[in-house]
């Protein structure tokens, strides 16, 4: 299991924490949520249970931890999470 991240971002006056977690080899899946006081505004998630034999698999899976919880972030910045 790969430590993941733990960000608060401001936008537009408000606080939203993303976190993004690896369920590690017995659950080989990349999950990102977003909050807004407490409640969980959406999540995505990414399996990884093709690539678990490679080589460089922490490596990878960091990579594509990265990638999601920007993609994330930049979703909020959109505006796709303001009602």
Do not use: W
């Amino acid at each position: 299991m790969i430590l993941g991240f733990n960000q608060n971002v401001n936008y537009n006056g408000e606080v939203y924490h993303i976190q993004t977690e690896d369920g590690g080899l017995n659950n080989p899946v990349i999950t990102t949520l977003i909050f807004k006081g407490g409640v969980i505004l959406a999540s995505k998630r990414t399996a990884y249970s093709d690539i678990i034999k490679s080589d460089k698999l922490q490596i990878v899976v960091k990579d594509i931890m990265r990638e999601q919880h920007s993609s994330i972030i930049a979703e909020l910045k959109s505006g796709r999470f303001e009602k």
